[in-house]
């Protein structure tokens, strides 16, 4: 984040920070990948109640988490039709339980970033107040055990930097990528207190690419070697690294742009030590995507008990 952005951001306001004049003066806001519209919809009384927003890139995944923190908020019956409030569109899928909003964004920071843009204007048209954001997803762990749930510290770039680069009007800017330490704090006791996996906080390393970006050997192409691979990897390692994935960087340059509390939680599904490709079984993977969702939602059944038992 550049010093003029800070100076205009509000992370200790409550509500969602939009930066943009310009949606000042439009008469209509057409958030068109969602389907959705200020003038088309009720926003506020639709999304309104919204306090915590989960993300992933499947939407078979976001539809799965939907119908699992139905049956652990009780607030709905975890065997209904869950429709897909984004089904004018096919770029993603959007679902709501109570004041849970649960929504995919697909692969690579182009396609996240996409989503939170609309997300984000979302929330703000919706008057949405103290909203936490939490991406769950997969990635490849280093040194950790298959099936080792990350809560990310910070999102680093391919040169173990913690920073997020775009090119705006042919210039690079700069954004900072820390996350909410307490909530990542939060979510690891979350995790110690069901201990039905590991959990580790580390730096997250986000790439560009799923193959070379990754030190793959697996891919169309490789210019390097077995031994230059894990130099490499090791060398991520000392940075504090743990996992590598695809959408964090993004992820937390812009929610601390708009004043959001976010996290990243994502399992390990192999040790990139150890290889490229994933092994085990489909029911051993299947097992493992589940961990970042059973640990988000007991975390958000935590704080909504916490806050009714304040109410």
């Known amino acids: 984040m550049n010093q003029e952005e800070e100076k205009r951001a509000a992370p200790c306001s409550s509500s969602v920070f939009v930066n943009n004049p310009h949606l000042d003066v439009m008469k209509e806001d057409v958030l068109y990948h969602f389907g959705l519209g200020t003038a088309t919809h009720d926003l506020p009384a639709r999304f ?10 499947s939407p078979w995944r976001m539809k799965s988490f939907t119908e699992y923190i139905a049956a652990e908020i009780s607030m709905e019956d975890p065997e209904s039709e869950y429709p897909n409030i984004c089904a004018g569109t096919d770029r993603y899928a959007m679902y709501k339980v109570g004041p849970v909003l649960s ?19 979302l929330l703000h048209h919706a008057h949405c107040q103290d909203v936490t954001i939490i991406r769950i997803g997969t990635s490849g762990g280093i040194g950790l055990k298959p099936g080792t749930v990350v809560v990310t510290k910070q999102s680093m770039d391919a040169t173990f930097l913690p920073k997020f680069e ?9 954004r900072n990528t820390d996350l909410d330490q307490c909530l990542a704090e939060e979510l690891l006791q979350c995790s110690n207190e069901l201990n039905q996996f590991e959990t580790v906080i580390g730096n997250t390393m986000c790439t ?19 031994k230059d691979k894990q130099e490499y990897l ?5 940075a504090g690294i743990c996992n590598i994935e ?14 959001l509390r976010a996290a990243v939680v994502c399992v390990t599904l192999l040790d990139r030590l150890k290889g490229d490709q994933l092994g085990g079984s489909h029911e051993v993977l299947h097992s493992y995507q589940l961990r970042p969702q059973i640990l988000v939602g007991n975390y958000i059944k935590k704080q909504l008990k916490a806050k009714a038992g304040r109410s």
């Open 246 to 259: 695809m959408e964090s960087s993004v992820f937390a340059a812009m929610c601390k742009l708009s004043g």
């Open 234 to 238: 090791k060398k991520a390692s000392e």
């Open 103 to 121: 929504v995919s964004h697909g692969m690579g920071i182009p396609s996240i970033a996409i989503m939170l843009h609309e997300l984000i204007k």
């Open 208 to 226: 560009l690419d799923f193959y070379e970006g990754q030190a793959r050997l697996d891919g169309a192409f490789c210019s390097y070697t077995e």
């Open 166 to 174: 775009q090119v705006i009007l042919g210039k690079t800017v700069v």
């Open 48 to 57: 309104g109640d919204v306090k915590f927003v989960c993300v992933g890139g």
